[in-house]
């Protein structure tokens, strides 16, 4: 079979197994949820209300043939705290998030791509295993944790950034930039490793194969050996391992967000579980399953554009 | 590289073992009583009665980060099981049956990856109520992934060798396959997976307390302190680091714990 239609096919069926997940997920909450959100005080009238409005008083079937026509859509329902779609509460704090998630991956490329062709170049000298420990470091910080410490440091000593002020991009795009750059550079660390880590390791491997020896026993010099040929072949691994990781960008976001008071998906959806909005946090948590399934057959698909080598198998 | 992965395994043994004993030796002695408010002595800098400073109840800070150990370990090695046993059934009956099961399987597995680290923790924790044994078990389902696919690699692998295929002719039954001669050879990868879902573990349970959505009060857990610690930000700067600290230390120590074991096993190859 035709290696895009099975990739199709597999995201078809990795997209309905998250679908039924997110639906059953709430299908299993103990005792009802229109009487665990209302209260025990509840009239049973409020409680049928509530139970209409939520759709769990018609059969699953239904209910679930409904929610999968819905997600198809984005159309999430009502969520029961703010009255609105759920679209377009996620609508309003997306921008927060994924201008995060964004600024945290333009950090991660460029402080790692760089960090990643130092350690191997300078492959077990003092360089390297310096390189080394901080990756070390970098994967066993809690981002939340770095997020502190870079508010104590640069907000309450310093006093180089206000803390917890959040500027839209709209407002004052320079102003935007400086709230953002430190949650974006605590979410960025743990990844700044992985790349590393993963791009030394490649570009160890590439400088092994023949057609480096060819390169330099035609009198090509070390570093152009290493730009024009070794990463370019290196950097393609690296593309799949960042797109992987968006997700854990993504979700890594959730928590940053809060330690910095921003207004993105973070706060909605640790609000919605703590007010038990069940369509708001099945929405949200539905959303970003679908942002990531998307981004990884985006990078599988360009990966395959991208190297010869494979596009021709 | 020898040298460097015997460095690895000796430094991730020595911290492991470190905070082992502060877990250990917190079962029967901490300096003060970790729940122990003294409101006269709160927020108070490290000093020789408090070696870490106390918090905003007056509570001894390092008797508290002692038992918050407890609660790490206990999230770490009981979600790491959880994770080892359902991802070792289904890594086994994916690699093993092969077909249509494999497929099944393994598509369910890329669905519970589409929900990256803690989000499918908040899906379980905003199902259920908050509580330690809650955020056990949402820890332990989303490792369950990165157990089953290395156990259907290692199956896969091993299924093929000459002494299993030997086993399997002078009649050895499936479960003796698994059990006798599959299993003992893929023991390595099965380590350094759970030391690695030791220390995602750790992180993913911090960061859900920090949130208020994990391990719930009296329980001490570093990530609520932490979240304690930074209401008192201006007041009590040093109060922050401590839990940080303990947390990246076991953190850092599980994952050269299982780079070590990965190293040692690619050498002896």
């Known amino acids: 079979m035709n290696y895009f239609v099975r990739r199709l096919l597999t995201l078809l069926l990795t997209v309905f197994f998250v679908v039924t997940l997110t639906f059953a997920a709430?299908?299993?909450i103990p005792g009802n949820p229109a009487l665990t959100i209302l209260g025990t005080e509840a009239s049973d009238e409020q409680i049928a209300l509530l139970e209409a409005k939520l759709g769990i008083n018609r059969p699953l079937p239904e209910q679930f043939i409904d929610w999968l026509r819905g997600a198809a859509a984005l159309d999430f329902g009502q969520s029961l705290r703010f009255s609105?779609?759920?679209l377009k509460l996620i609508g309003d704090r997306f921008p927060v998030t994924i201008s995060l998630a964004l600024l945290a991956l333009t950090i991660t490329i460029a402080v790692a791509v760089p960090l990643g062709i130092a350690a191997a170049r300078s492959k077990g000298k003092a360089a390297d295993m310096m390189i080394s420990i901080g990756t070390q470091l970098g994967l066993a910080i809690p981002s939340f944790w770095m997020g502190i410490a870079l508010i104590l440091v640069f907000g309450l000593v310093l006093r180089w950034f206000s803390v917890s002020t959040y500027v839209p991009w709209s407002e004052n795009p320079y102003l935007a930039l400086k709230s953002l750059l430190l949650p974006a550079i605590a979410l960025a660390v743990p990844q700044i490793a992985i790349v590393v880590r993963y791009l030394r390791t490649t570009?160890?491997?590439q400088l092994n194969l023949d057609y480096v020896r060819t390169a330099r026993s035609k009198g090509l010099k070390d570093h152009s050996v290493l730009f024009r040929h070794v990463l370019r072949n290196a950097l393609l691994p690296v593309i799949t391992v960042v797109g992987i990781n968006f997700g854990e960008l993504l979700a890594g976001s959730l928590v940053v967000e809060q330690v910095f008071t921003l207004p993105g998906f973070g706060s909605l959806l640790i609000t919605a579980i703590g007010n038990r909005d069940y369509p708001l946090v099945q929405g949200m948590i539905l959303l970003i399953a679908f942002i990531v399934v998307a981004v990884n057959f985006v990078v599988?698909?360009?990966?395959?554009?991208?190297d010869p080598k494979i596009r021709m198998k | 590289m020898n040298k460097k992965a015997s460095f690895s395994l000796l430094l991730g043994i020595a911290f492991v073992a470190l905070l082992l004993a502060v877990m250990l030796t917190s079962l029967f002695y901490t300096p003060y009583d970790?729940?122990?408010?003294?409101?006269a002595e709160r927020l108070q800098a490290p000093s020789a009665k408090h070696w870490l400073?106390?918090?905003n109840f007056g509570r001894d800070v390092l008797s508290r980060i002692m038992v918050g150990a407890q609660t790490a370990f206990l999230v770490g090695l009981l979600s790491a099981v959880i994770g080892l046993v359902f991802g070792f059934i289904i890594g086994t009956a994916a690699g093993y049956t092969g077909k249509w099961l494999d497929e099944l399987l393994m598509r369910g597995i890329d669905g519970l990856l589409a929900f990256p680290g803690i989000l499918l923790a908040l899906l379980l924790v905003s199902i259920?109520?908050?509580?330690?044994?809650?955020?056990?078990?949402?820890?332990?389902v989303l490792s369950i992934p990165s157990f089953a696919r290395v156990v259907r690699s290692g199956v896969l692998q091993q299924k093929e060798a000459e002494y299993v295929k030997a086993a399997k002719?002078?009649?050895?039954?499936h479960l003796h396959l698994i059990f006798k001669q599959i299993l003992p050879n893929m023991i390595s990868p099965i380590l350094t997976t759970a030391a690695l879902s030791f220390s995602a573990a750790i992180l993913i349970e911090a960061a859900l307390s920090y949130l208020g959505l994990g391990v719930q009060p009296p329980d001490p857990s570093w990530g609520r302190m932490l979240n304690e610690a930074q209401s008192f930000i201006r007041k009590a700067p040093w109060f922050t680091l401590a839990p940080g600290l303990f947390i990246m230390v076991t953190v850092l120590g599980f994952n050269l714990l299982s780079d070590g074991i990965r190293d040692l096993r690619d050498t002896r190859q």
Do not use: H, W
């Not at chain 1, 599988?300 to 991208?306: K, M, N, T, V």
């Not at chain 2, 970790?34 to 409101?39: F, G, Q, S, T, Y």
């Open chain 1, 26 to 28: 709430f299908r299993i």
């Open chain 1, 84 to 86: 609105e779609p759920v």
């Open chain 1, 203 to 205: 570009l160890l491997e």
């Open chain 1, 300 to 306: 599988d698909l360009s990966y395959r554009i991208l």
């Open chain 2, 34 to 39: 970790a729940n122990e408010m003294n409101i």
């Open chain 2, 53 to 55: 400073g106390t918090d």
């Open chain 2, 128 to 140: 259920f109520k908050p509580s330690m044994s809650q955020t056990i078990l949402a820890i332990g």
């Open chain 2, 169 to 173: 002719g002078l009649g050895a039954g």
